[in-house]
């Protein structure tokens, strides 16, 4: 049974943000800090990416890891209330995921995935993205 009455949930759930998010503003911050320049989710590209650095033909989408499945402690939680609904919805974001990435990649983008659990320092953020093959000039 649900904690919070369905008009809670509702609510709860509606301020729930797709952009602009605080992982998301992190890997911003970071990118801008090492002089990279982008745009912001271009409508025009598959999946719509958090960042796009259009010079590097590259885009980078942060995830959320429980809305994306991560394997991370966060991404593996499993809802107590209604459990059949939350994994239907979650797998329909990771084949989403997947489809937008092969779109991409055939269009000639890199395509960078870096998760909200990687976003709670700079050095991770620095790691994932140096792993990806941006340079980390600072």
Not at 56 to 66: A, L, S
Not at 74 to 80: A, N, Y
Not at 105 to 127: N, P
């Amino acid at each position: 049974m649900d904690v919070h009455t369905s008009e809670q949930r509702s609510r709860n759930m509606a301020a729930i943000k797709a952009g602009n998010t605080g992982p998301e503003m992190r890997v911003r911050s970071l990118l801008h800090s090492l002089g990279y320049r982008y745009r912001l989710h271009r409508k025009e590209l598959p999946g719509k990416p958090d960042v796009v650095l259009v010079k590097h033909r590259t885009v980078i989408f942060v995830h959320g890891c429980f809305w994306h499945c991560h394997e991370c402690r966060w991404g593996r939680v499993i809802p107590k209330t209604r459990p059949e609904f939350w994994s239907k919805k979650r797998a329909g974001n990771v084949g989403r995921d997947v489809r937008h990435k092969a779109a991409l990649e055939q269009a000639g983008w890199k395509v960078i995935t870096i998760w909200e659990c990687e976003t709670r320092s700079q050095d991770e953020i620095r790691r994932v993205l140096n792993q990806a093959g941006l340079r980390m000039a600072k």
